[in-house]
């Protein structure tokens, strides 16, 4: 299984080859003229991705793939406001905010496919007849229907016993201990471009991917295409930090109390996704924000918003 992910450890950054001053297209034979530290760059001609392989020659990435937009600029404005304004501490924040500049881009991610196991403990407040044992779950049916079955027939004796005796069931809640197992897939968005910090989602979001198609560059509808300078290596280290704090948001919906987690991790090789992205600023109360929009699904991605707003 390997060594337990340590979330403090840093996170070794993978340098990527240089690439020559000037060169051409491998699909197509057009000309590229590679930006300093880009690890990816894109065809402006046909669209293919070339990134220096590890013998230090250039390549074009073959799991290329793109997801349609399907937002216009209303559509995609009335996302946004749809999500400012969700929650009942948030009235009309979209009506009172001021809207700034609003941008479409087509975004590569690198899609990480990333399978998670972890091994957790801790407490969790239950009702009577639980004891103060240990609860095993674990990720069998067999035991979790046993420990269902054993909890049962505890509740069902002390209930008999009380009414024999004519005393009432202790309903006062009692703290057990918890050891459990998770185990998840998930397929990590990780955004290729280094300074699109506010483009990389961090609570769980993913791409529809069941929508996605071979990129081509004449699908795009003459939106900006970015190229890239994350590479694969950076982007599995990156996948492998964010799979930690997903099995620890999990691991805290089964305890009241999280005591230890140990996170194993593992990554592998995945593909290039270039995913249509709105990225819209507004200022609220003189308070600058943003919202990142699939515009695909028309989900956001990330973004800011009041944590209320009242008036």
Known sequence: ????????????????????????????????????????????????????????????????YMLENKLSNEAALEAGGKWLNKGVLRRKVAERSDLGQVTLRYVPYWIVPTSVVADFQGTKNVGAGAGTGMMMHGDTGAKKAAGAALFALTMAAAAAGSQNRNQSVNTQQQVVRVRDRIQMQYNIPIVAVRGYTKYQPDDGFQFQLQSKMNFDKRQTGGVDVQSGDVTEAEAKSQAAALSHKFAEKQAKTRVDNLESIQVYPTTYDGELLHAPVWFMEYAHKGKQMFIVIDGSSGSVIEGERPSFSLW
């Open 1 to 64: 299984m390997g060594q337990p992910y340590n979330p403090n450890a840093p996170v070794q950054q993978a340098r990527p080859p240089s690439m020559p001053q000037s060169m051409k297209c491998s699909s197509c034979g057009g000309p590229l003229s590679p930006g300093s530290g880009l690890a990816l760059v894109v065809c402006e001609y046909c669209g293919a991705v070339t990134t220096m392989g590890s013998g230090g020659a250039a390549e074009v990435i073959q799991k290329h």
